[in-house]
């Protein structure tokens, strides 16, 4: 017997290293007619992607498409980034990924740019991080997006995707966001705890943008929305300049519905982070409301707030997995709601009535223990309205 099972233990080593996936696969930088799925592999290698319509693969079981991805170089563990195109637009899709050894990935889908009219929904999420103790709690709000009842096109991080930029944080990272990542690319930005890091640019494939390696910050025009990622890390003057000229372009197109996100809040009523950051009250906030911006979306401040000021609607989303931080006792002007002690994601869906929000709650923190429990923390709508509806700062 004894030697039975240490053969097979032999063998489940043997299978476990030549397995070749170390996390992965997501999707990122959608378009209206193309993707780009992105995985970890050591040692590099080939891989199948297998892919086609939804409606399609429903009806037949099969993927319309199949294509190879082979690596290049002789690293021993590479960052892929492999990009389908010739889609179709305003179409959801299925894939996976088969290597050589056999693995096949779990399903996952996406789906290209709608057209304009077509509602769009999507889920926010700020400030995973790194945790020591169980639970997983980004993989909590992570399985909870994936079960909300709205198909995610998409969704935004808001930045400290993990403590520190290192290899073991970041693969924390991507195995306890895989439950969602399986179902919606996903589009971050930079936190204070990336650190600038050579590998956030490397994990990540971004929407066109400026700045370092055109990731730095960044623009989704899709359908009726429009979202504009920025740095709220940047250091010169110039990058802050660069940013603001780069939100007049992207912000005054045809969409309706006009979406920021960032990672520093411009306003907070946190105990310890509040009231915000001054220099984006001056500097980036009168834009916004000059632009009739609707959302603006932040983390850093782990708790959750709606403050309303000059007709921008600014949310803390900072309830992604990291340890939950206090507001103070007295909420800052504007403030609509405020709650502390919960891990949290923000779902947004966009139709010709407006921008429906639902903040839910995945757990409570009470005593330092983690009480799984879903609740809706905050529900609005923000109704369609005209750049000319919105408050006149100069007058």
């Not at 999707?27 to 319509?53: D, K, N």
């Not at 960032?262 to 509040?274: E, K, L, N």
């Not at 609607?313 to 309830?319: A, P």
Request: glycine share 8%; net charge negative; with cysteine.
């Amino acid at each position: 017997m004894k030697r039975i099972i240490f053969s097979l233990l032999v063998v489940l080593r043997s299978l476990v290293a030549f397995c070749s996936l170390l996390y992965g696969p997501w999707a990122g930088a959608p378009q209206r007619e193309s993707i780009t799925l992105s995985w970890v592999a050591s040692p590099p290698t080939s891989v199948v992607v297998q892919y086609g319509p939804l409606p399609s693969y429903l009806d037949t079981g099969e993927f319309l498409f199949s294509t190879t991805y082979q690596p290049t170089g002789a690293s021993e563990r590479e960052i892929v980034h492999f990009v389908l195109t010739d889609l179709q637009p305003n179409t959801w899709y299925v894939y996976c990924l088969v290597f050589p050894d056999g693995e096949t990935t779990p399903l996952g889908t996406f789906r290209t740019a709608p057209e304009p009219g077509e509602p769009v929904s999507f889920a926010v999420v700020s400030d995973t991080q790194w945790q020591w103790d169980e639970p997983n709690r980004v993989q909590m709000v992570a399985t909870a997006m994936a079960n909300d009842p709205w198909a995610f096109h998409f969704v935004l991080h808001g930045g400290d995707l993990v403590e520190t930029p290192i290899p073991s944080h970041w693969e924390f990272f991507f195995r306890s966001m895989a439950p969602i990542l399986r179902w919606a690319p996903l589009l971050p930005v930079l936190g204070n705890h990336e650190r600038d890091s050579l590998t956030y640019y490397q994990h990540f494939a971004l929407p066109a943008g400026e700045g370092r390696l055109g990731k730095r910050w960044w623009a989704l025009h899709w359908g009726d929305v429009v979202v504009v990622g920025l740095d709220s890390n940047a250091k010169t003057p110039q990058d802050y300049l660069d940013q603001l000229a780069w939100v007049r372009t992207n912000l005054s197109g045809p969409e309706p519905y006009k979406i920021v996100i960032f990672h520093h809040p411009v306003f907070s009523s946190d105990a310890s982070y509040g009231p915000g950051a001054e220099g984006l009250q001056r500097l980036w906030h009168p834009v916004f409301a000059e632009l009739g911006v609707d959302l603006v979306l932040s983390g850093h401040a782990h708790n959750y707030e709606r403050i309303e000021r000059d007709g921008v609607t600014y949310l803390v989303v900072g309830g992604g997995g990291a340890n939950a931080y206090p507001l103070a006792s007295t909420r800052l002007e504007g403030s609509k709601v405020g709650i502390s002690g919960w891990h949290f994601y923000v779902a947004i869906r966009a139709d010709s009535q407006g921008l429906n929000v639902r903040t839910v709650g995945v757990a409570q923190v009470r005593a330092e223990r983690v009480i799984p429990w879903r609740e809706t923390l905050d529900a609005f709508t923000l109704p369609a309205t005209s750049w000319s509806e919105r408050p006149d700062l100069n007058r």
